[in-house]
């Protein structure tokens, strides 16, 4: 059977992400002031509002996870993707307001700073980055909700942008050993721009995907094409005429509509036979990772499936 999300493990991942968060968030902050670099200030700032985000998505997928049939009939995954939608907005904004900085800094003539500290510095928390995402992503394999992916999906941001400073401030370590101090003053906000330039595609790509869930649109084409193929025997062997399929991904839930169109005197006309049929379709999409809600139906006539 396909995994499901464990809301116990996404709880214990998420607050596993806070905790690392908010050690990274005071080391950075502190290293920050006393190196006088205004990227080791970001990157600080950076995971404190990681753990304002891991709180909002830990009490987020609390409240999901309480069933409310009355309130929300189809279940409270669709508040998944304007949870991640709005995690991705403040990570955006964020970025925007450091190139902002990062500009102003070159304009005000460079922001010297002690570039083997900052190494240091960019080294170590790397480092624990790299541990905490390794971890949070083994982790997330048992999780499988879009909350927990969200948070692997930041740290792994995290990593890359730690091991981007770590390399372009030992490029500035060398211009300042070969007695190019003038360019090493702009070091930390070029670096500070690049890394920006760099993360900023990322937060677009979710934002857009996660509005696409949130208006109910359809999925991937690879997708549709992966489960048309999934139960196509099926279809040949009860004698179907023409299928119809309807996809569309909200969060962890995936909808899936199987319109199945058949002869007027159909051999397998009974509730039991065709309930039989939805079987062995369920059965045949076991491998999807979401929590699926399944509708299969028959008729004889399309009009009732275009």
């Given amino acids: 059977m396909a995994q499901v999300k464990d809301p116990v493990i996404e709880d214990r991942l998420l607050q596993h992400s806070i905790f690392s968060s908010l050690f990274l968030?005071?080391?950075?902050?502190a290293a920050g002031f006393l190196l006088s670099s205004s990227f080791v200030l970001f990157d600080g700032l950076y995971a404190l509002l990681s753990v304002v985000l891991s709180v909002f998505s830990l009490r987020g997928g609390r409240f999901i996870t309480v069933k409310d049939d009355v309130h929300f009939p189809f279940g409270k995954e669709s508040l998944e993707p304007i949870l991640v939608f709005f995690q991705y907005l403040i990570v955006f904004l964020l970025l925007i307001y450091a190139f902002v900085a990062a500009i102003d800094t070159i304009r005000s003539?460079?922001?010297p700073v002690e570039l083997g500290f900052v190494i240091g510095y960019?080294?170590?928390?790397?480092?624990?980055a790299l541990i905490v995402y390794r971890h949070l992503k083994q982790l997330n394999r048992s999780a499988r909700s879009i909350l927990a992916t969200a948070e692997v999906e930041q740290w792994r941001l995290?990593?890359?942008?730690?091991?981007?400073a770590v390399v372009g401030y030992g490029i500035a370590g060398m211009a300042t050993w070969l007695s190019f101090e003038n360019v090493a003053r702009y070091v930390d906000p070029v670096m500070l721009m690049l890394i920006v330039l760099f993360l900023i595609r990322y937060p677009v790509k979710e934002m857009v995907q996660a509005m696409r869930e949130m208006l109910g649109m359809s999925t991937s084409e690879r997708l549709m094409i992966d489960i048309k193929q999934s139960v196509a025997t099926i279809v040949?062997?009860?004698?179907v005429d023409d299928m119809y399929l309807r996809i569309s991904k909200t969060g962890s839930l995936i909808f899936i509509e199987i319109d199945l169109i058949v002869a007027k005197n159909?051999?397998?006309?009974?509730?039991?036979?065709?309930?039989l049929i939805r079987e062995q379709i369920d059965a045949a999409?076991?491998?999807?990772p979401q929590t699926k809600w399944l509708t299969v139906a028959f008729t004889a006539n399309r009009k009732w499936a275009e």
Wanted: hydrophobic content about 40%; aromatic content about 12%; glycine content about 12%.
């Fill in 158 to 164: 995290t990593v890359i942008m730690g091991v981007g």
């Fill in 285 to 288: 999409l076991e491998w999807l």
């Fill in 25 to 29: 968030s005071v080391f950075g902050i």
């Fill in 109 to 111: 003539g460079g922001d």
């Fill in 122 to 128: 960019l080294t170590i928390s790397a480092l624990i």
């Fill in 236 to 239: 040949e062997e009860y004698e």
């Fill in 266 to 275: 159909y051999r397998y006309d009974s509730i039991l036979e065709q309930d």
